[in-house]
C-alpha cells in the first residue's frame, strides 16, 4: 500500500503567496483573500474573495490559485471557489424591484442545456432528492437527453443513489466531466470532494460553487437538466433562479401540516423570481402493509392536493411510503431504473409525463411564434 503524505495548510499559503493579486499588486495570501482552506486525503479546497463586481473577471486569478495548490506534494485534486465579497449595506432600504422572469436577459444560458428543472422543498426529510433522481430517470424514459445537478452542497446523496459513491470527477485545466449512470449525466459535490468532510461555507462560497458546477461542466447537449436543490429557501436557490433560466419548478412536500407550510414558502419564492411552479408531489404518500396489504395513512393523507389547490399550483401526483424506494435508493439502483414495470416506478413516470409536457408547453411559450418562409 502507498501512502500520500497529507500536505498542511502551511504548504499551501506558501504555494498560493506565490500568485499575486494584478489589480491591488500584492499577493493574495497577504491580502486577505484566501479563507475556508480544508485539506482531506490529499483533497485541497480553498475559497478566494473578491469584491462582487470583479466577479465574473477573476477566472483566470482562481485558476492560477489551484494550479499552484495543485503542485503541492500530496495534493490529488483542488477544488478553488470565487466568492464575491458582498457590498456594503445600504443606509437605507432601497425601492422596491419588481421581479424578473428567470428568462430575463441576466439568466445566462448553459451551452446545449435546452431546459432546467429545479426539484425544491422548503424542508429536508422529504425525500426530495429521491424524487430528483427517479424524476430525471422518467424524462429520460421518455426519450430526452437527461442530465442532473446534486446542489446540496452540504449533503450530496446523488453519487450513493445513482451507484456511483466514492468516484471522483475527472476533470481538464478548465472543465469537469460529468459521471453517466443509468443514461444520465450527473454532477456533485460528492465528486469533488471525499463523503465525510463537512462543508463549513458561508453563503457565497455556495453559491460560487453551484454556479462553477453548472457551468464548468462538459454537460454536453441535454434536453433537460435537473436540479436537486438544498432544501429551503436560502441564497443559492435565489442565485440559481436569477442566474440561469429555470423552465419550472417542482416542489416535492409529505402530506403533514409542518412540511406543507414549508412547502409554501418554496412556492412563493419561486413566485416572487418569477419561475413557474409546474406543481406538487405528495411524497410519503402513505403506506401499503407488504404483509396484509393493508393502507395506512402515516403523515396524513391529501395534504399537498389541498395545498396545490389552494395556490393554484399543479399537482402532480402521489409516491407512496414504500420499501422497495428506500432499497433501492440505498442500493444505488433507483426504483425508476431496476424496476420501471413495477406500481412504485409507475408513479414517478406518470410524474415524467406530466413534467415533460409542461416543459415542452413553457418553451414553446417562451419561444415566441415561428414564421417559416418558403
Not at 480553498?46 to 477573476?58: G, L
Not at 503542485?71 to 490529488?76: K, R
Not at 485534486?77 to 464575491?84: C, D, F, M
Not at 462560497?205 to 447537449?221: C, I
Request: one cysteine or more.
Amino acid at each position: 500500500m502507498i501512502f500520500r503524505r497529507q500536505p498542511s495548510e502551511k504548504t499551501i499559503l506558501g504555494a498560493l503567496k506565490r500568485i499575486p493579486d494584478p489589480i491591488r499588486g500584492s499577493n493574495i495570501v497577504d491580502l486577505g483573500m484566501v479563507s475556508d482552506i480544508q485539506i482531506k486525503d490529499g483533497v485541497v479546497t480553498f475559497a478566494i474573495e473578491v469584491p462582487a463586481a470583479e466577479a465574473k473577471d477573476r477566472e483566470p486569478l482562481r485558476a492560477a490559485a489551484a494550479a499552484a495548490a495543485a503542485n503541492c506534494a500530496g495534493v490529488s485534486r483542488v477544488n478553488a471557489v470565487l466568492t464575491a465579497a458582498a457590498p456594503p449595506r445600504p443606509s437605507a432600504a432601497p425601492a422596491p424591484v419588481a421581479p424578473q422572469r428567470a428568462h430575463a436577459p441576466q439568466s445566462l444560458e448553459i451551452p446545449g442545456v435546452r431546459a432546467i428543472v429545479a426539484v425544491a422543498s422548503g424542508k429536508g426529510g422529504v425525500g426530495k432528492s429521491t424524487t430528483a433522481v427517479n424524476l430525471a430517470l422518467a424524462l429520460a424514459a421518455g426519450g430526452r437527453k437527461v442530465g442532473l445537478l446534486d446542489a446540496d452542497v452540504y449533503g450530496p446523496s446523488i453519487p450513493r443513489m445513482l451507484g456511483l459513491e466514492g468516484q471522483r470527477a475527472e476533470s481538464d485545466q478548465k472543465t469537469l466531466r460529468a459521471k453517466e449512470a443509468f443514461g444520465l449525466r450527473a454532477m456533485s459535490m460528492g465528486f469533488l470532494v471525499p463523503g465525510d468532510t463537512p462543508m463549513v461555507w458561508r453563503g457565497p462560497m455556495v453559491t460560487s460553487a453551484l454556479q462553477q458546477m453548472l457551468r464548468t461542466v462538459q454537460w454536453g447537449e441535454l434536453d433537460v437538466l435537473v436540479i436537486d436543490s438544498p432544501p429551503g429557501t436560502g441564497d443559492a436557490h435565489l442565485t440559481l433562479a436569477q442566474t440561469v433560466p429555470i423552465t419550472g419548478a417542482v416542489i416535492v412536500s409529505t402530506p403533514q401540516d409542518v412540511a406543507l407550510a414549508d412547502a409554501r414558502k418554496g412556492i412563493a419564492m419561486f413566485h416572487k423570481v418569477a419561475v413557474p411552479v409546474f406543481g406538487i408531489v405528495e411524497n410519503m404518500s402513505y403506506f401499503i402493509c407488504t404483509h396484509c396489504g393493508e393502507r395506512s395513512e402515516i403523515f396524513g393523507y391529501g395534504g399537498a392536493r389541498r395545498e396545490a389547490e389552494r395556490t393554484g399550483a399543479p399537482f402532480l401526483g402521489e409516491i407512496p411510503l414504500d420499501t422497495r424506494i428506500r432499497e433501492t435508493s440505498d442500493a444505488g439502483t433507483p426504483i425508476v431504473a431496476a424496476d420501471p414495470a413495477s406500481p412504485q416506478a409507475q408513479a414517478y413516470l406518470a410524474i415524467g409525463k406530466k413534467v415533460a409536457a409542461m416543459i415542452d408547453d413553457e418553451l414553446a411559450e417562451t419561444s415566441g411564434p415561428k414564421i417559416f418562409i418558403e
